[in-house]
């Protein structure tokens, strides 16, 4: 989780994703220095957690955002995203599928993370409005996988119709 570090990094290109496993204090804390820095969005993703958790930890995220004007996206839980009505929903490709148009189109800002090209192409028919592509680096998420590299990023990036960020051991040397 990158915090605001450098007078150089352009945040608003920035969308933050978190893991509260790497943070050295409260989440709580951490995103308010987070969303201090203005970020372009930051993404809720605590993959570890059930819902009715994760939905607990997303109230109380989410007007640390709205303080700050920075968009919140929930991660996952389609339904913990209906009730508390956040700036955005990320679903894992695999859940994105088994959604219907109506539920794609109760959020202005819907993403997902693609891994290949044909990805890319399926997340923009289904109505998403960015992708985050990955993973680029190694990272400690996904241990023992290379990463994709740079010159996949390009080519989508190249791709797709829609915004790319990327993901994967991103740090604000490799931003």
């Given at each position: 989780m990158i915090i605001c570090m450098s007078e150089r990094?352009?945040?608003n290109r920035v969308v933050c994703v978190t893991n509260r496993h790497l943070c050295d204090g409260p989440l709580e804390e951490r995103m308010k220095r987070i969303t201090a820095c203005r970020p372009r969005a930051v993404i809720l993703r605590e993959k570890d957690m059930e819902e009715k958790e994760y939905e607990a930890l997303a109230a109380r995220m989410i007007p640390i955002c709205r303080s700050q004007?920075?968009?919140v996206i929930l991660h996952?839980?389609?339904s913990s995203a209906?009730?508390?009505r956040p700036d955005g929903l990320h679903l894992p490709l695999s859940l994105l599928r088994r959604t219907t148009p109506d539920q794609r189109r109760r959020?202005?800002?819907?993403?997902t993370s693609c891994h290949s090209l044909t990805d890319v192409q399926e997340a923009a028919a289904?109505?998403?409005s960015y992708i985050l592509a990955g993973h680029i680096y190694a990272t400690s998420c996904k241990q023992g996988l290379s990463g994709r590299g740079?010159?996949?990023l390009a080519k989508v990036c190249a791709d797709s119709p829609v915004p790319v960020y990327a993901i994967g051991g991103?740090?604000?040397q490799r931003l």
């Open positions: 990094i352009d945040w004007e920075v968009p996952s839980f389609f209906v009730r508390l959020f202005r800002v819907l993403g289904l109505g998403c740079i010159d996949f991103i740090t604000p």
